[in-house]
């Protein structure tokens, strides 16, 4: 993924696109984000990037000619871009959108919201609308940190196990399902026997087992969404059969 970022915040991604995941794919050419400061495209010598609104009420508005500005000299190569506005009005981000945004040919320009709103006349800039959730955050930074991280971990060769990213809850559309490491007993906790069995078959089964119960339990809207195979509706109705009991 290629992508410029528009901020007044810029220091915010540092540190995020600095470790990690990240910061390997960013090395290996995979990823490709450059942070501008909405502040350096503004015209005066205070570097105002935002106004009190038309028609009066609380807080400011981000000023449109700024970004306008900025989004001209990012087009000046001609390529193609995606601009995303990251605000908490836009369609809910989820992993189908972050499966086509790391397919996606164009450059994109996340622009990050501020204050009260933005310039409604900004939007005639925006080709999509993106929130991260029904809740208000300070500003879209953490949203388009969210999406980037999100959309690399499904470029290929981004995660050192190709397998992760495959077993990865989402790609099943279901919860993960419990995971554990040594020791093989902790505190009187003990690791369910089947994990060391050995037996690769039982155990799939098992973790597919432990994802629809979860999934049930905290997100049944997920298995509403979902085609269920014959085996996942005999193991929902072997949950249903043992609700109650033990795992
Ligand atoms: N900016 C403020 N809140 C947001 C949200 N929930 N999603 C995306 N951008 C935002």
Redesign the pocket.
């Known amino acids: 993924m290629k992508c410029d970022v528009l901020t007044i915040f810029p220091e915010i991604f540092t540190s995020y696109l600095n470790e990690s995941i990240i910061k390997r794919a960013r090395a290996k050419g995979l990823l490709d984000v450059a942070v501008h400061n909405i502040r350096d495209f503004s015209s005066d010598a205070h570097r105002t990037v935002d106004d009190s609104p038309f028609g009066g009420g609380a807080g400011m508005v981000f000023k449109p000619e700024p970004i306008f500005r900025a989004i001209d000299f990012l087009k000046e190569d001609g390529g193609p871009r995606k601009v995303v506005l ?3 009005q ?1 369609r809910p ?1 989820d992993q189908s959108i972050a499966e086509d945004y790391s397919k996606e040919e164009k450059r994109f320009v996340f622009i ?2 501020r204050y009260e709103g933005i310039d409604e006349r900004v939007k005639t800039l925006v080709d999509e609308e ?11 930074e ?2 388009a940190l969210v999406v980037i991280d999100a959309v690399t971990r499904l470029i290929p060769g981004a995660l050192g196990d190709e397998r992760s990213v495959e077993d990865e809850s989402f790609s099943w559309g279901l919860l993960d399902y419990p995971h554990y490491t040594r020791p093989r007993e902790f505190r009187g906790l003990h690791v369910p026997r089947v994990l060391v069995s050995g037996d690769h078959r039982e155990i799939e089964r098992w973790r597919r087992k432990q994802a629809l119960r979860k999934t049930m339990e905290v997100r049944p809207d997920l298995i509403a969404r979902m085609k269920l195979s014959g085996e996942d509706m005999k193991i929902l109705s072997e949950i249903e059969a043992s609700s109650g009991e033990d795992p």
Request: proline fraction near 5%.
């Open positions: 990251l605000s908490p836009g981000f990050c919201g993106i929130s991260i959730g029904d809740y208000v955050l300070t500003g879209g953490l949203a």
